[in-house]
């Protein structure tokens, strides 16, 4: 029941409530990356929803018009050089995520599931095969978010993914919103050019 229909409810009142009351905070945001630089406001990139199937995620502009297109963060030689200054903090706080709000009202996206994977993030999408992570419409937050995010090696981010997909449940959901809440503003799991930064600091 809540799986098929309420989840789904509760995505469309969010969302819509969400979309109301920050509208302010969009604006100041645009006219923020705008005043640094005159590129668009806001970046598509392709990324894998539902069932494998593609869709183009929206976020916030944090990089320069010329970075390497469809490629993740943690990949690029120099991240720090792409980022602007107005994006840095945008990711900091993880306001650069705020335009996927219209895509959750759409259903492209949910508040929570797992984090749409880029189209050509092979590993990740494989890793999530195994556990069935793929067939959960992707969140705006998940369970491997708050248990690390950038912080997690591929194949524990797909572990977490997996298990959020077996129990999906409103009570797993509300934990869930509420540990991203406290995340956010603590900054935690935020790590610039790398996945896998847990494994990293235990060597």
Known sequence: MYRRFVKRALDI????VGTL???????VIT????AEDHGPVFFKQKRVGIHKSYFNILKFRTMRVDTPHDMPTHLLADPDRWITRVGRFLRKTSL?????????LTGKMSVVGPRPALW????LIAE?????????????TGWAQVNG???LEIDVKARY???YAEKLSFGLDAKIFLMTIVNVLRHRGVVEGGTGAMKEAAK
């Open 21 to 27: 009351v920050l509208s302010p905070l969009f604006l």
């Open 128 to 140: 999530r095969d195994k556990y069935g992570a793929n067939d959960v419409t992707p969140g705006l």
């Open 31 to 34: 006219a923020a990356i705008k």
């Open 96 to 104: 650069d995520e705020l335009p996927q709000i219209l895509q959750i």
């Open 13 to 16: 009142l969010l969302s819509a």
């Open 161 to 163: 993914d997996g298990e």
């Open 120 to 123: 050509n993030q092979y590993d």
């Open 149 to 151: 995010r950038d912080e």
